[in-house]
Structures are given as structure tokens and as C-alpha cells.
């Protein structure tokens, strides 16, 4: 599984709209460069947690696969011996 471009782009553009043209439409007030700090910090926070997310799921954190007799083999190792059942 690879990364597909269509959604980096769309949510690329869809933050990047949100922090970086949404602030320029902000009216004229007493909390106006509040407001745009406030609209560029949701795009890039909310951005940089979606890649994160989006990222991680390329390569997810999956425990090895052993084979059963390296289990049974750490099982009686660690003291915790597991009865064998006839397969």
C-alpha cells in the first residue's frame, strides 16, 4: 500500500484554504490578527495531525509473526509454560 496523491492534495488545499486564505477575510476589528493567528494555526495543526495519521498508516505497527514453537519455546523460557495440545 503506497500513498495516494488524490487525498494529500485535497486535504492539502482544504487546510491550506483554511489558514492561508480564510485569514485574509477576517473583518476589521479590535481581534483581527487574533482571529488569523487563530485560522493559520487550525490549518497547520490540523494539517500536520492528519499527514501524521495518514502516514502512519502506510507501515502500521504490527507485533512479528513467530511460528508456534519459538512461542511455546519463550512461553516455558519466561515461566509461563503453555500445554501443548496434539495438532
Known amino acids: 500500500m503506497g500513498a ?7 486535504f492539502t488545499v482544504l487546510w491550506g484554504g483554511i489558514g492561508g486564505v480564510l485569514p485574509f477575510f477576517v473583518p476589521k476589528g479590535p481581534n483581527r490578527g487574533i482571529i488569523q493567528v487563530i485560522l493559520m494555526l487550525t490549518g497547520v495543526c490540523c ?9 502512519a498508516q502506510m507501515n502500521p505497527l504490527i507485533g512479528p509473526k513467530v511460528d508456534r514453537n ?9 515461566g509461563n509454560e503453555i500445554a501443548q495440545s496434539p495438532i
Not at 494539517?47 to 502516514?55: A, P, T
Open 47 to 55: 494539517w500536520l495531525f492528519w499527514i501524521c495519521c495518514y502516514v
Open 4 to 10: 495516494a496523491v488524490l487525498p494529500f492534495i485535497i
Open 70 to 78: 519459538t512461542i511455546l519455546w519463550m512461553a516455558k523460557q519466561w
